[in-house]
């Protein structure tokens, strides 16, 4: 499956951005999907993920309560809604996918086989 990361732009704090990630290829409705990010300077971090089911979801702390993940299987396509955006926020964002029909969503990267190019996410102070 091929993945198309987009979305990406520069943001006052405060704003809001969405991040879509569009898979080719193969429906996307049997992968788990993540976002990671990596800022400059910095290893690539996990941010969100949402098993294939898409019950089930988990954030990491920095964002819990301002970020929002989700699917639309009909376009083969996952978001990322980020709001109430910091300048802390600021990195190269990147979704994956696995096929994986786990109840849990990964969280680890390592785990993703797939990988989208990255969209540069940029928020001014």
Same mark, same amino acid.
């Given at each position: 499956?091929?993945?198309?990361?987009?979305? +990406?732009?520069?943001? !006052? %704090?405060? #704003?809001?951005? $969405?991040?879509?990630?569009? =898979?080719?290829?193969?429906?996307?409705?049997?992968?788990?999907? +993540?976002?990671?990010? !990596? %800022?400059? #300077?910095?290893? $690539?971090?996990?941010?969100? =993920?949402?098993?294939?089911?898409?019950?089930?979801?988990?954030?990491?702390?920095?964002?819990?309560?301002?970020?929002?993940?989700?699917?639309?299987?009909?376009?083969?396509?996952?978001?990322?809604?980020?709001?109430?955006?910091?300048?802390?926020?600021?990195?190269?964002?990147?979704?994956?996918?696995?096929?994986?029909?786990?109840?849990?969503?990964?969280?680890?990267?390592?785990?993703?086989?797939?990988?989208?190019?990255?969209?540069?996410?940029?928020?001014?102070?």
């Amino acid at each position: 499956v091929q993945l198309q990361a987009s979305g +990406g732009g520069l943001v !006052q %704090a405060g #704003g809001s951005l $969405r991040l879509s990630c569009t =898979a080719s290829g193969r429906t996307y409705s049997s992968y788990a999907v +993540g976002w990671f990010r !990596q %800022a400059p #300077g910095k290893e $690539r971090e996990f941010v969100s =993920a949402l098993n294939w089911s898409g019950d089930r979801t988990d954030y990491a702390d920095a964002v819990k309560g301002r970020f929002t993940i989700s699917r639309d299987n009909a376009k083969n396509t996952v978001y990322l809604q980020m709001n109430a955006l910091k300048p802390e926020d600021t990195a190269v964002y990147y979704c994956a996918a696995d096929r994986n029909l786990n109840r849990a969503p990964i969280t680890r990267e390592s785990e993703y086989p797939y990988w989208g190019q990255g969209t540069q996410v940029t928020v001014s102070s």
